[in-house]
């Protein structure tokens, strides 16, 4: 299971840009709809608004494979339930990293054709609004990637190592953070693509890197899932993969077993 482990890490890096760059280009956007000023906070509403519902609609659709309190009556493909929701959310990833390019693409048009290249600080006249699709991509991937992995792990480790999945699952979005740090230091070392501004950096390039890592890691994932050998799909919540009984918890257990 290490090497498909691996592969959830790029879904992290790429969560990552939501809460930098995302909103660093959102910064100096036209934020007026007619007398009314929108704060940046909306798109971060908009990007909860469709984690949680991208996160339901998954767990929905899960549903409906087999019922959750009978073993015996479980459908046998529900195993396959979790490494599809990992897959879907990185075809998300992808999705998002490409609408980030282009869209970045034409704000760095629209700052060179008005002259704003040196004038970090201007308003630049471009809506905000451009950037709701790449927010709402980047909360359906991380509303299916964050359900599905917990539930991944629950289902394909062994039952003494369960407790510890959650910890694990932190680990693996730890690492994808970490790494959305270590690759833009070597983008820049390699490239230059960064400069001091926003107006004079390449930020298009560096998600059309990140949409083709993407692009890579779904079908390395796909191979390494195709082959990898599923246990039977146990009998776990999808919203708390590691629930135990409260006769049966230990205080030193899992958070989310107490």
């Known amino acids: 299971m290490i090497p498909l482990c691996l592969t959830f890490v790029l879904c992290g890096v790429v969560s990552a840009i939501g809460s930098t760059y995302f909103l660093?280009?959102?910064?100096?956007?036209?934020?007026?709809?007619?007398?009314?000023?929108?704060?940046l906070v909306l798109l971060l509403?908009?990007?909860d608004q469709g984690r949680q519902f991208f996160s339901k609609l998954y767990v929905?659709?899960?549903?409906?494979?087999?019922?959750?309190?009978?073993?015996?009556d479980s459908d046998p493909r529900r195993r396959?339930?979790?490494?599809?929701?990992?897959?879907?959310?990185?075809?998300?990833?992808i999705l998002c990293c490409i609408t980030a390019a282009k869209v970045e693409t034409r704000r760095l048009d629209t700052v060179k054709s008005h002259g704003l290249v040196d004038k970090p600080d201007e308003r630049i006249p471009m809506s905000i609004f451009w950037l709701l699709p790449q927010f709402i991509l980047l909360g359906a991937m991380d509303g299916i990637h964050?359900?599905?992995i917990p539930y991944f792990f629950a289902e394909q480790v062994l039952a003494s190592m369960a407790r510890y999945?959650?910890?694990f699952t932190k680990g693996v979005f730890g690492g994808g953070i970490m790494g959305s740090a270590l690759s833009v230091h070597i983008i820049e070392k390699k490239t230059?693509?960064?400069k001091s501004t926003l107006n004079q950096s390449r930020l298009d390039n560096y998600y059309w890197v990140l949409a083709t890592l993407s692009a890579v890691n779904f079908a390395l994932y796909v191979v390494i899932a195709?082959?990898?050998?599923y246990r039977d799909a146990r009998t776990v919540d999808l919203d708390e993969p590691d629930q135990k009984n409260d006769d049966d918890c230990d205080c030193d257990c899992n958070v989310s077993c107490c």
């Open 60 to 72: 929905m659709i899960s549903s409906c494979f087999g019922d959750s309190e009978s073993d015996s």
């Open 165 to 167: 999945m959650t910890i």
């Open 146 to 148: 964050n359900t599905s």
């Open 226 to 229: 195709v082959f990898n050998h």
């Open 80 to 93: 396959y339930v979790a490494p599809i929701g990992v897959a879907v959310s990185m075809v998300f990833s």
């Open 45 to 47: 509403w908009f990007y």
């Open 192 to 194: 230059r693509w960064f």
């Open 24 to 39: 660093e280009q959102a910064k100096h956007l036209d934020r007026k709809v007619g007398r009314i000023k929108v704060p």
